[in-house]
């Protein structure tokens, strides 16, 4: 799809003309919007109107739904652009001054993968990506019935999670080795079989791969250089569209991260609090990719690029505290998952949560030196992603 609109930008460069196609919405998302929309902009293309993500039902039902945009873009530009959003609080129409490639009223900069934060702060790695065949993976059920037969092996199995389980609260395990001697393994039979298990599955897998590169090591879950003991935030690599905040947390348990859970070894209330806030989030939208409708995080596209204010002590512990605050709220609903907390569907049954959520916004729009107060939330997302656009733009340039 990219390849027609390079095609037609060619094809009319010069001769006026307005192009306008259906596709999918990857085209203006994450990784692919430099390598498409830079050359065509460069060509002197605007972006006029655009219908954001939606889904494009067909009524088959053997073919799944697409996940479309439309764009229409010309040499000329329009005094007046028109764009669509659709949310799950309906259709929102609005009219941009700008449209840049990731469909946001922003100047028209690229964002471009970056192996560390453009800011000073620690760095976000994702999680571990297992390559065992199921085999050092347990279920609550695997568990109970490993340490039913070894309890002694309970002190070398961890609590693991990927981005589903961290959200929804659903417990799963793993064995965790990466210390233990081959006299303590001799001595767990039933840890013994599994880690042989794993050692014949990743015998068996295709030589250049990843798996079959680790089956000298059968007793690793993956190498964890990236990883070390400690707090971190955790943040899942997918999450729905329909939410207004990517539900991140703590983890001090020991709880080890898969891969489709970035982690930020910090314990740091300013970098969750900012991480938590609107602000973030409205980058996110802007920048991430999507999975179908659904908001798939990449640390290289949107923390990396993310800039972060440059706090005072007092900003900083206005963050804190209403950062705190959130936390705090979270606890008045020790039952609830936060799959339930941030369902924007159940707002009003967690009011205290959405207060916190609300000076937790307040308090990083003033670190950025913001005052928002006045506006609507879409207005205030139109804003800060524009802003956010103009600083990234600014750091880059002054790099």
């Not at 040499?75 to 609080?89: D, H, I, L, M, V």
């Not at 030589?207 to 990236?226: E, F, I, N, V």
């Not at 348990?253 to 898969?258: A, Q, R, T, V």
């Not at 609903?333 to 916190?356: F, G, I, M, R, V």
Request: proline share 6%; charged share 25%.
């Amino acid at each position: 799809m990219a390849c027609w609109h390079r095609t037609a930008a060619e094809f009319l460069n010069g001769h006026g003309g307005d192009i306008a196609f259906v596709s999918t919405n990857s085209i203006c998302q994450g990784q692919q919007v430099t390598p498409l929309w830079k050359p065509i902009f460069e060509m002197g293309y605007h972006i006029n109107f655009a219908h954001r993500s939606f889904v494009w039902n067909t009524e088959s039902e053997h073919i799944p739904n697409v996940y479309c945009i439309i764009t229409s873009f010309s040499q000329k530009e329009w005094p007046s652009k028109k764009a669509w959003e659709y949310t799950g609080r309906g259709v929102v129409e609005s009219t941009p001054a700008i449209l840049n490639g990731y469909l946001a009223d922003a100047p028209t900069v690229f964002i471009d993968r970056r192996t560390k934060p453009i800011s000073d702060v620690p760095p976000m790695s994702q999680g571990l990506k297992p390559a065992d065949g199921g085999c050092l993976l347990l279920s609550s059920e695997d568990r109970a019935n490993l340490l039913g037969e070894e309890p002694q092996a309970e002190q070398w199995i961890r609590r693991f999670s990927m981005g589903e389980e961290f959200i929804k609260g659903i417990d799963r395990y793993c064995l965790w080795l990466p210390n233990i001697t081959q006299e303590e393994l001799a001595e767990l039979p039933a840890v013994s079989e599994r880690v042989e298990k794993c050692r014949i599955w990743r015998s068996e897998q295709t030589k250049t791969g990843d798996a079959y590169k680790l089956s000298d090591r059968p007793h690793l879950l993956r190498p964890t250089k990236k990883f070390e003991e400690g707090t971190y935030i955790g943040v899942p690599k997918v999450t729905s569209e329909r939410r207004k905040y990517i539900p991140l947390g703590f983890v001090r348990n020991g709880m080890i991260p898969g891969d489709k859970l970035y982690f930020v070894q910090s314990d740091s209330l300013t970098v969750f609090g900012i991480l938590m806030s609107q602000t973030h989030n409205a980058w996110m939208r802007a920048v991430a990719g999507r999975l179908e409708l659904r908001y798939s995080y990449a640390n290289t596209i949107v923390y990396n690029n993310l800039v972060f204010p440059d706090t005072t002590d007092l900003g900083s512990r206005s963050i804190e505290d209403a950062a705190q605050r959130v936390l705090d709220a979270r606890k008045t609903y020790p039952d609830a998952s936060l799959a339930e907390l941030y369902d924007p569907n159940n707002e009003n049954k967690y009011p205290e949560l959405t207060a916190a959520h609300q000076a937790l916004d307040k308090a990083v729009e003033r670190a950025y030196g913001w005052e928002l107060d006045d506006l609507t939330w879409d207005e205030k997302e139109t804003f800060i992603v524009s802003s956010l656009f103009e600083l990234y733009s600014q750091k880059v340039n002054a790099e």
